[in-house]
Every structure is written in structure tokens, then in C-alpha cells.
């Protein structure tokens, strides 16, 4: 018995290979100018925080000399500490936790409620109230300092954190992220099968619409937790340091004076930075990983 070998066509046979990392499947490898340009962009972003560092190990003689200090000195941990007992921060911490953790989650439970409504609910005028929702994002925020203030006035809530978690309880960016999700998210089919089920629309938002908008309403409450914490105008204006104070309004009080202490404010400064570092060094991989899995169901 002959075995007969056909050979390839010749156009097939002088077609070049694809590397393996390019082909179905395979895992694709980063160059080194890939390696370069992460690296830059990485140091570019650690560099105001390491920046905030140095300055608090140093004196205000030599920040004001030319060239600037690029390298730590002595005095960091003697800064820290007088920062944390001269702005009470660690009660301003307690503070900013409870108010950052009670918006967060409020912003995040009816951003997505209300998210849902508008993406998959017909009713009349759904567009209009959705124009109106985008719409109140353009407004800045100073506008309404006065009427709040005048509010928190007559309801006599002056240093008082609730004077400062009722204005940030809704979020008109919260409500559109939220309908932009669900609107690939979550299929009507879902939906449908559940109403046919019985299920009313309590049960659908609590079985149906929270686990499939589990990884969004992970990333809006990073993002609202974050935007709390840092937020200043508001609370400053409402909060003092030796009643209520925030983290922020705590390390405004620093460095007072006819000379201030610029390297006790970088310390109070770094001091309210490095609780949002531990909270994403903690929960990030876990959100990253939301995000792409969200992605892969939408």
C-alpha cells in the first residue's frame, strides 16, 4: 500500500506563520517600550505623593531654597505626629468614614434604583426626567452653597455631620452611570421571565437588578467614597475643626500663623491621603476584576 504526501499550495506554503502569542488563545507579551512608558506614566503618578513626603520631613528654610529638597529628611514621623494631635485627626477620620461610608452606599442603592427605572421602565415623560437629571450636572455646585446653608441654618444643623451627609445622599452622575450599565447589562428577557414568575418590583430590583449591577454599583461607590472623603467647600463651611471637623477641614486648620508650617500641612495632607490608599490597595484588584466581569456579561 503507497501513501501518497500532497504538498501545500505554493501561495500557503511562503505565507508567514503567526508567533504564537498572536494566534487564538495565546497570551500576548509586552514589548519594552511597552515596559518604558508604564513606567513613566507610574512615576509620574507616585511622584505628588512621594513629593508630599519629602516636604514633610523637611523645615520651611529648606523648602524655600532653590533647588527644592528631592530626597526625605529626619523630621517625618515627628511631623506626622504633631500633625495627628494638632488637628484631632483621628476623630476627623472617624468622622469621614461614617459620613464618606453613608453616602457612598445611599448614592449607590438609589443610583441604581433609579437607574433601572430609567433604562428598562416605560413611562411617560422618562426622557424629559432624564434630560432634566443630565442637565442638573451641569450646574455648578457653588450655586447651591447658599440655599443649603440657609436650610442648614433654620433646621439649626451647624457642626453637625448630618448638615453634611443629607446634600450628598442623590447624585445625578450616580443615576446616569447606573442606566448606561444597565442598559447592556441586563437584558429584558430577565426581566420578563421574572415578571412572569410573580415576581413584583421589589423582588426584581433585589434579585435581578442588584447581582447583575453588582460590579458598576462597586466602581460608583469607589469613586462616591472617594469624592466624599476629598470634598472640602462644603464641609468647611458647615463643620468646624474643634466641633465635628472632616479630615479635610482638620488639616485646613494646620499651619496657622503669620508664617504657616508648610511641612505640617504636607504631613496633614499625607496623613489624609493614606486611608484612600489602604481602601484601594485593599478592595482595587477586587473592583478591577467587577469591572471586567461586567464587561464580559454585558
Known amino acids: 500500500m503507497t501513501t501518497t504526501l500532497t504538498k501545500p499550495p505554493a501561495d500557503e506554503a511562503k505565507r508567514p506563520r503567526r508567533p504564537r502569542s498572536a494566534r487564538a488563545g495565546g497570551t500576548l507579551h509586552a514589548g519594552p517600550i511597552a515596559y518604558i512608558i508604564l513606567a513613566l506614566f507610574t512615576i509620574g503618578s507616585l511622584f505628588p505623593l512621594v513629593w508630599t513626603a519629602i516636604a514633610a520631613s523637611r523645615d520651611n528654610q529648606r523648602l524655600a531654597q532653590n533647588p527644592p529638597p528631592l530626597w526625605f529628611g529626619g523630621g517625618l514621623f515627628d511631623k506626622l505626629e504633631i500633625a495627628w494631635n494638632d488637628a484631632n485627626l483621628g476623630e476627623a477620620f472617624i468622622n469621614t468614614t461614617f459620613v464618606a461610608g453613608v453616602s457612598a452606599i445611599t448614592i449607590v442603592i438609589l443610583s441604581t434604583i433609579a437607574g433601572f427605572a430609567f433604562a428598562k421602565l416605560r413611562f411617560k415623560g422618562r426622557s424629559a426626567l432624564m434630560l432634566i437629571v443630565i442637565g442638573t450636572m ?26 453634611v451627609i443629607l446634600p450628598s445622599l442623590v447624585s445625578a452622575f450616580g443615576v446616569f452611570f447606573m442606566r448606561q450599565y444597565l442598559l447592556q447589562a441586563l437584558p429584558d428577557e430577565i426581566i420578563e421571565a421574572a415578571r ?40 468647611f463651611l458647615v463643620l468646624t475643626q474643634n466641633g465635628n471637623p472632616t479630615v479635610q477641614v482638620a488639616v485646613a486648620g494646620l499651619g496657622r500663623g503669620y508664617t504657616p508650617d508648610q511641612s505640617l500641612i504636607m504631613a496633614g495632607a499625607l496623613l489624609g491621603t493614606l486611608p484612600l490608599l489602604v481602601v484601594f490597595a485593599i478592595f482595587g484588584k477586587q473592583i478591577v476584576g467587577g469591572i471586567m466581569q461586567g464587561a464580559v456579561k454585558g
Do not use: C, E
Open 138 to 163: 451641569m450646574v455648578p455646585p457653588q450655586l447651591s452653597v447658599i440655599p443649603l446653608y440657609m436650610m442648614v441654618a433654620k433646621l439649626d444643623w451647624s457642626d453637625q455631620l448630618q448638615a
Open 196 to 235: 412572569v414568575d410573580g415576581a413584583s418590583s421589589w423582588r426584581v430590583i433585589w434579585h435581578v437588578v442588584f447581582p447583575a449591577a453588582r460590579p458598576a454599583m462597586a466602581v460608583l461607590g469607589m469613586l462616591m467614597f472617594v469624592q466624599t472623603w476629598n470634598d472640602f467647600l462644603w464641609p
